[in-house]
């Protein structure tokens, strides 16, 4: 029935405003592009951290390897012919959606980081969204100009405000760059991710491989906007494996200043 009804919804969706929500998607895509830039251009001036603790050296680095080849033979040529195959104006809706469903995570988080202006706004987004916005397929809040918008926070984020360190770095299997408190932190935010497998009716699913199957398609479906992202981090990388790790620290950074 969930099946039936997610069909519908997208269905819907072609009767929408199709170039308004492409010139969103055009610009969440140049914001994309300008956080990589700045990201990009910090790490520059900053250079390799290389006297630190990196106790998974070793396992890193193979992990790493692992996940570039996975992602160049298998996951961009599915990501590639779903970006051909698909109008942008269902894959932003779609991707509305699940940043929608996204909204316990968000509203939990800004609580706990006492950001409660955020905490509010985050829960008018999804009242809106939900509401008029067909289930979150259209962002109603953005296409109106209202002066609300997402606070992307997560249990991660939530520890370091807390004083919680980082601890050494992980990388995870086709999932990428980490570190300790942020991996304890994503199966704790998990708890609260409808995408989970579950008994009640939070969750979407409630089977492990219908998790896994919708969890997969909102990957691909986000990562069509952004493609061609990955290709200049890695084009830009003397060595693959120090220039993700610290690509990965300072976009933390800059998410936990935020």
């Known amino acids: 029935m969930k099946k039936v009804v997610l069909i519908l919804m997208l269905s819907l969706l072609y009767s929408c405003n199709a170039k308004q929500i492409e010139q969103n998607n055009n610009l969440a895509t140049d ?16 250079g390799y951290k290389k006297d630190e603790f990196d106790p998974l050296s070793g396992y890193n680095r193979a992990m ?24 942008p104006t269902i ?49 109603v809040a953005k296409e109106n100009n209202f002066e609300i918008k997402h606070h992307d926070e997560d249990f991660g984020q939530t520890l370091a405000t807390w004083g919680v360190g980082e601890g050494f770095h992980i990388v995870l299997p086709i999932l ?38 919708i969890r997969t398609f909102k990957v691909v479906n986000n990562s069509s906007f952004k493609v061609e992202v990955y290709d200049k981090i890695r084009k830009d990388a003397i060595d693959l494996y120090p220039y993700l790790k610290d690509f990965h620290r300072k976009q933390r950074e800059k998410q936990i200043k935020e």
Not at 35 to 40: E, L, R
Not at 67 to 74: A, R, V
Request: aromatic share 18%.
């Open 91 to 139: 894959r932003t809706g779609v991707s509305n959606f699940f940043t929608n469903l996204g909204f316990p995570i968000r509203f939990i988080n800004n609580l706990l980081q006492f950001k409660f202006q955020n905490s509010w706004e985050e829960l008018q987004m999804f009242l809106l969204n939900t509401t008029f916005g067909i289930a979150g397929l259209i962002d």
């Open 176 to 213: 990428g760059p980490s570190n300790l408190r942020d991996t304890f932190a994503f199966f704790v935010d998990d708890f609260a991710n409808p995408l989970k497998k579950g008994d009640t009716s939070f969750y979407l699913s409630n089977s492990t491989e219908e998790s896994i199957g």
């Open 64 to 87: 790493t390897s692992f996940n570039d080849s996975f992602y160049l033979y298998i996951s961009k040529p599915v990501i590639l012919t779903y970006k051909d195959i698909v109008h």
């Open 31 to 46: 914001e994309t592009y300008m956080a990589f830039d700045d990201i990009s251009s910090e790490f520059e001036n900053k």
